[in-house]
């Protein structure tokens, strides 16, 4: 199973980019949940947004309302709208999945098993 992330660069302030993780190796429908998260220089990862099954989605509450995750089962793909950009949404964005997660544990980096290797997103001011 691969998860590869992309769509990263760097932007501007008040500027968008959509990150894509395109899934090879397993059907999107296997998976229960994916998500996003983000890592900063000195800081921990912390959990961006998720995408259930179902369709349900899950936001950090700091980025309700300027970051939109969907899933595409057709294209095996996984995406992050992001809108508004600030210069402290820098960080690599990963996307993540799991078979087996429950619904409390869906904002933990360590109940994800799989992983991406990272997208690189720079927002200057």
């Known amino acids: 199973v691969q998860l590869q992330a992309s769509g990263g660069g760097l932007v501007q302030a008040g500027g968008s980019l959509r990150l894509s993780c395109a899934v090879s190796?397993?059907?999107?429908?296997?998976?229960?949940?994916m998500a996003w998260f983000r890592q900063a220089p000195g800081k921990e990862r912390e959990f961006v947004s998720a995408v259930w099954g179902s369709g349900t989605t899950h936001y950090a509450d700091s980025l309700k309302g300027r970051f939109t995750i969907s899933r595409d089962n057709a294209k095996n793909t996984l995406y992050l709208q992001m809108n508004s950009l600030k210069p402290e949404d820098t960080a690599v964005y990963y996307c993540a999945a799991s078979e087996t997660i429950i619904l409390s544990s869906v904002r933990s980096s360590s109940a994800y098993r799989s992983w991406g290797q990272g997208t690189q997103v720079t927002v200057s001011s």
């Open positions: 190796g397993r059907t999107l429908r296997n998976y229960r949940s």
